[in-house]
């Protein structure tokens, strides 16, 4: 007869293997997440190295140029993020840096990084330390406006039928891609005479909030303003603001505070500085469009860059007949220019060299498609209208165009 009797491991066998288990996986799980961190950080700082490179053989002012110059050496939005947890990668006085959630430089190391902050990525930390009472709240951080602006954006605080922002002190986005979106309701910003910067409007990253599927919209502080909603920015400075799409050449409707303006959008004691407005079809540095109302008064924008492919101006690209504006008690000291990087992108069937420049001062486009000059540029506030006056013909290249008449 067999003896079936078998000896398997008693309860105190199996505690100790166990324990003995647990020794081994509390010493050696740290050690593989330090070798995994280190890994990650070292594979962060040579692609730091690389781009650094890259950015040293080119001009680059913005964040958006930066992009553009990787983008064109085979980076993509991917590469844009650090492999090393809760860290990121900014660019700051023509090169980038590494930081951690903290915003303490990590490399290179012993940099100063002074400068405007702006995320490659467009993620920057958020807080939603802050609290919504009855409508109001109050902003100490860029990390918690940001959070605030995405949940605004995505739906959020839908109970709150109107919403005032309180600015305690300087705030510094440091480049996060998040805006507003479709205002919805009833938005006053009241900057408390603090500065605002570091805001970017580019879809060309992980976190952003902008309008359109098939062609990007709304490109500023708020994407759009809906029609009987009214937003008003008051006692407010904004600096250092970059608004460009780098993914989609088509972008249009830009501007630093609203996109578009379908309902009422009221500008007060608003000081801008150093900022870039860069779309394709209606673009200005307050606002890219407007068919409902706006009113700016004792608006100050200095040392301001716009540019575009199509009805670009000062303050406001665009106005409908429908649109009402008006301004007062405000300069504005801004350089308008053509985009050939937007133009190429916009005017297939056009040639940049074509453009005419009006008695007026407006610059147009002899649109291939039909015979009339399409309207561009503008050294005045902004265009009116939509209907084409012609007061001349002009020959260009054997062809006659009517002059189409748009102006302040």
């Not at 009805?311 to 801004?334: C, L, P, Q, R």
């Not at 291939?368 to 013909?393: C, H, M, Q, R």
Request: hydrophobic share 40%; glycine share 8%.
């Amino acid at each position: 007869m067999k003896n079936t009797n078998k000896k398997g491991f008693t309860i105190v066998e199996l505690v100790i293997v166990i324990a003995v288990i647990a020794i081994l996986a509390a010493v050696l799980i740290p050690t593989f997440v330090g070798l995994v961190n280190k890994a990650n950080l070292s594979a962060d700082k040579v692609a730091i190295n690389t781009m650094n490179k890259y950015l040293a053989s080119e001009e680059c002012e913005t964040v958006a140029d930066a992009i553009k110059i990787l983008d064109a050496k085979g980076l993509t939005l991917k590469d844009y993020k650090p492999l090393t947890k809760d860290h990121y990668f900014y660019f700051v006085d023509g090169k980038i840096i590494l930081a951690d959630k903290n915003n303490v430089v990590v490399f290179p190391e012993g940099s100063t990084a002074e400068g405007q902050w702006m995320s490659l990525s467009g993620e920057v930390p958020m807080d939603a330390n802050y609290t919504v009472e009855n409508g109001e709240t109050t902003i100490t951080s860029g990390a918690q406006l940001v959070h605030l602006m995405d949940t605004v954006a995505n739906g959020g605080l839908a109970a709150e039928n109107a919403l005032t922002v309180k600015l305690d002190g300087n705030i510094d986005l440091k480049g996060s891609a998040v805006n507003f979106g479709k205002v919805t309701k009833n938005i006053t910003i009241d900057g408390s005479n603090a500065t605002l910067s570091g805001l970017r409007a580019d879809s060309n990253a992980f976190v952003s909030t902008h309008e359109g599927a098939d062609k990007a919209y709304g490109f500023s502080l708020f994407g759009s303003i809906d029609s009987g909603k009214t937003v008003v920015v008051k006692d407010l400075n904004l600096s250092n603001v970059v608004i460009e799409d780098t993914a989609d050449g088509q972008s249009g409707m830009a501007g630093l505070i609203a996109g578009g303006v379908y309902g009422n959008l009221e500008v007060t004691n608003v000081t801008i500085d150093n900022c870039t407005v860069a779309g394709a079809d209606k673009v200005g540095s307050i606002v890219g469009y407007v068919s409902g109302s706006v009113k700016l008064n004792n608006v100050k924008v200095t040392n301001t860059k716009v540019s575009g492919a199509a009805f670009v101006a000062k303050a406001i690209g665009y106005k409908t007949n429908a649109g009402t504006v008006v301004i007062e008690n405000s300069t504005f000291d801004v350089e308008v220019s053509i985009n050939e990087a937007k133009w190429a992108d916009v005017w297939s069937d056009a040639k940049i060299e074509d453009q005419y420049t009006h008695t007026n001062g407006n610059t147009y486009l002899p649109y291939a498609s039909n015979t009339t000059l399409f309207p561009l540029l503008t050294k005045d506030n902004y265009w009116i209208g939509a209907v084409p006056e012609e007061s001349e013909k002009v020959t260009i290249n054997g062809v006659e165009y009517a002059v189409r008449v748009s102006a302040n």
